[in-house]
């Protein structure tokens, strides 16, 4: 019930490809999606979070697709950079506390 | 720009040895958490941290673990008898006045327990 799923575990995109990474949730108390990027030797960084209130949220070249009746949500990285190369983790909390589920990650790999 | 840090970056410590991890918030955030990520898996919590008392804790999160804020600035997990799959990363992370805000995270500590 508490479980974030997340696939890819590892993808590799052409530079000024589309990244695509999918998470899908059960707990439907869950009320807030974030999803973190972690470099090698970080910690998750926050990237972009979205509410169930709205099904797409935009952020420059970032944007999450969210589908609540699917209980799904995915991350499009557009244009893709090799400075975009990391492990990205999707995350789930709901709103009795304030504990992050997190996906199993994403490494990601943008080649030239 | 204001970050969590943690010390040591590399922690290496012999089976049953008590081991302190340690965490600097960020300064004006009132919520804490500790997550650990084993090597090729998920960010796991632990525990989160409100008022100086444990707000909410994993399963994970058993009797061998302890957090305390012994002063203004840090930030600590103790873990009185350490065994083979404690090995993990442990990350450290604060949030601001409500414990709905963005949590940032510090870079780590990666335990090692042999």
């Known amino acids: 019930q508490q479980q974030v799923k997340q696939s890819p575990q590892s993808l590799i995109v052409q530079k000024g490809g589309i990244s695509i990474i999918n998470c899908a949730y059960e707990?439907?108390?869950?009320?807030?999606f974030p999803w973190y990027q972690q470099f090698p030797g970080k910690g998750p960084a926050l990237l972009i979070a979205i509410r169930p209130d709205v099904s797409e949220k935009k952020e420059g070249r970032f944007t999450i697709s969210f589908n609540k009746s699917a209980k799904q949500f995915s991350l499009h990285i557009m244009d893709s950079q090799p400075g975009d190369s990391a492990t990205y983790f999707c995350a789930a909390r709901d709103g009795t506390a304030s504990k992050l589920t997190f996906g199993t990650g994403t490494r990601l790999q943008v080649t030239l | 720009e204001p970050e969590v840090t943690q010390t040591p970056s590399h922690q290496v410590t012999q089976m049953g040895q008590e081991v302190i991890l340690r965490c600097v918030p960020i300064s004006n955030h009132l919520y804490f958490y500790w997550y650990r990520q084993i090597l090729g898996q998920k960010v796991e919590f632990l525990v989160s941290f409100y008022n100086n008392e444990i707000s909410e804790k994993s399963e994970i999160f058993d009797d061998q673990f302890s957090v305390e804020r012994p002063d203004g600035s840090n930030f600590t997990l103790k873990i009185r008898s350490t065994k083979l799959e404690d090995s993990a990363m442990y990350f450290c992370?604060?949030?601001?006045?409500?414990?709905?805000?963005?949590?940032?995270f510090g870079p780590g500590t990666r335990l090692t327990v042999l």
């Open positions: 992370a604060s949030s601001g006045r409500r414990g709905t805000d963005t949590q940032y």
């Open positions: 707990n439907t108390a869950f009320d807030y």
